[in-house]
């Protein structure tokens, strides 16, 4: 019997009954709240979402999430009694990347604080027996060690009933002035699920989320020559690079800390990772100057608003750490309300 509560109501208009439901998920791996964010937004009359549990082993990270959901997020996900969460109907989670990523060490299963954290939701859903899986990692998980690592995904969550459909989605489609490519698993007990189609919409530039009140900008002379680039160049994520800082002692330069992007098209990935002067963010020509993305910017680049609360809990710094592990907002929107 599903766990979905089911309510009549009466609609004031034609008083014909309607039926209404809750629909109950829970938030692993939680960060920011992406699945929360979008979950919210689709909230209709008809039909509720409601978060019963989240979890994540970062305290600050906890600390945004229940001022911005009302929820407190639970901790490290192995020291949870998986007996004590609420029964459920979605278990939504974006499990850590690190242990998969081009930029980490590609040890997949072999991470051991990270890379068996598959088996844990494993545990979870053996217990919970949830209707619907929603998880995401990067696209690099299909390819690790040959796609051994990305089969056996497949064959333990094939084993335990689910059909499953899989993409990499690039949130450039998707009203996000970002090219950030990640990989969706959709498993559901009683149906295949039918991506929708990749929109054709022009792409959302950076200048859409353009703080032009910043004034902090690189002050990169002293260390830096700035190079224009022979001609200005699409990648082929559609991300306009303009110049590129090249060390003037190393004569080194143009890795992606180094790249400075124009506005006017989509950005690189926001990554935790990556290092240089445009360290996460990735470098923009604004007002004919170069800086950073601030972390105001960054938040609308995943589809958070202004109201988004943080400034009182984490550095900037951290606000773009926490992003640079972050789903898109408006991607997950999208896949949600096609569930």
Same mark, same amino acid.
């Given at each position: 019997?599903?766990?979905?509560?089911?309510?009549?109501?009466?609609?004031?208009?034609?008083?014909?009954?309607?039926?209404?439901?809750?629909?109950?998920?829970?938030?692993?791996?939680?960060?920011?709240?992406?699945?929360?964010?979008?979950?919210?937004?689709?909230?209709?009359?008809?039909?509720?979402?409601?978060?019963?549990?989240?979890?994540?082993?970062?305290?600050?990270?906890?600390?945004?999430?229940?001022?911005?959901?009302?929820?407190?997020?639970?901790?490290?996900?192995?020291?949870?009694?998986?007996?004590?969460?609420?029964?459920?109907?979605?278990?939504?989670?974006?499990?850590?990347?690190?242990?998969?990523?081009?930029?980490?060490?590609?040890?997949?299963?072999?991470?051991?604080?990270?890379?068996?954290?598959?088996?844990?939701?494993?545990?979870?859903?053996?217990?919970?027996?949830?209707?619907?899986?929603?998880?995401?990692?990067?696209?690099?998980?299909?390819?690790?060690?040959?796609?051994?690592?990305?089969?056996?995904?497949?064959?333990?969550?094939?084993?335990?009933?689910?059909?499953?459909?899989?993409?990499?989605?690039?949130?450039?489609?998707?009203?996000?002035?970002?090219?950030?490519? *990640?990989?969706?698993?959709?498993?559901? !007990?009683?149906?295949?699920?039918? %991506?929708? #189609? +990749?929109? &054709?919409? /022009?792409?959302?530039?950076?200048?859409?989320?353009?703080?032009?009140?910043?004034?902090?900008?690189?002050?990169?002379?002293?260390?830096?020559?700035?190079?224009?680039?022979?001609?200005?160049?699409?990648?082929?994520?559609?991300?306009?690079?303009?110049?590129?800082?090249?060390?003037?002692?190393?004569?080194?330069?143009?890795?992606?800390?180094?790249?400075?992007?124009?506005?006017?098209?989509?950005?690189?990935?926001?990554?935790?990772?990556?290092?240089?002067?445009?360290?996460?963010?990735?470098?923009?020509?604004?007002?004919? *100057?170069?800086?950073?993305?601030?972390? !105001?910017?960054?938040?609308?680049? %995943?589809? #958070? +608003?202004? &109201?988004? /609360?943080?400034?009182?809990?984490?550095?900037?710094?951290?606000?773009?750490?926490?992003?640079?592990?972050?789903?898109?907002?408006?991607?997950?929107?999208?896949?949600?309300?096609?569930?």
């Amino acid at each position: 019997m599903s766990k979905v509560d089911k309510v009549d109501k009466v609609d004031k208009i034609d008083n014909v009954p309607k039926e209404s439901k809750t629909v109950r998920y829970i938030d692993l791996f939680c960060g920011l709240g992406a699945f929360h964010y979008a979950f919210n937004s689709l909230q209709t009359e008809q039909t509720t979402y409601e978060c019963v549990f989240a979890c994540d082993i970062d305290e600050n990270v906890r600390k945004i999430y229940e001022e911005n959901y009302g929820i407190k997020p639970e901790g490290d996900i192995n020291t949870i009694n998986i007996e004590t969460i609420p029964d459920f109907d979605i278990l939504c989670g974006g499990f850590p990347c690190q242990p998969f990523s081009i930029a980490g060490k590609k040890e997949g299963f072999e991470d051991k604080l990270k890379g068996n954290l598959f088996y844990t939701i494993l545990k979870i859903i053996d217990i919970k027996t949830p209707s619907t899986i929603i998880l995401e990692n990067v696209k690099n998980l299909q390819t690790i060690h040959g796609g051994e690592t990305f089969n056996t995904i497949k064959a333990e969550l094939q084993k335990r009933g689910y059909m499953l459909s899989v993409k990499v989605i690039d949130s450039k489609y998707y009203h996000s002035p970002q090219s950030r490519q *990640r990989l969706f698993i959709v498993g559901d !007990k009683t149906k295949e699920y039918e %991506f929708p #189609f +990749e929109p &054709t919409n /022009k792409i959302t530039p950076v200048s859409s989320i353009i703080d032009y009140n910043e004034t902090r900008y690189l002050k990169y002379e002293d260390k830096y020559n700035l190079e224009k680039c022979k001609e200005t160049r699409n990648n082929k994520n559609n991300c306009k690079m303009l110049f590129k800082l090249v060390h003037k002692i190393t004569k080194k330069g143009g890795r992606q800390g180094e790249r400075v992007y124009s506005i006017d098209s989509c950005g690189p990935t926001i990554c935790a990772s990556s290092g240089g002067p445009g360290a996460k963010t990735g470098l923009y020509y604004v007002n004919t *100057r170069i800086r950073r993305l601030n972390a !105001k910017e960054g938040l609308k680049m %995943f589809g #958070f +608003e202004e &109201t988004f /609360k943080w400034k009182t809990m984490v550095r900037e710094e951290d606000m773009l750490f926490y992003l640079g592990n972050c789903i898109v907002v408006n991607v997950v929107r999208t896949l949600l309300s096609k569930l």
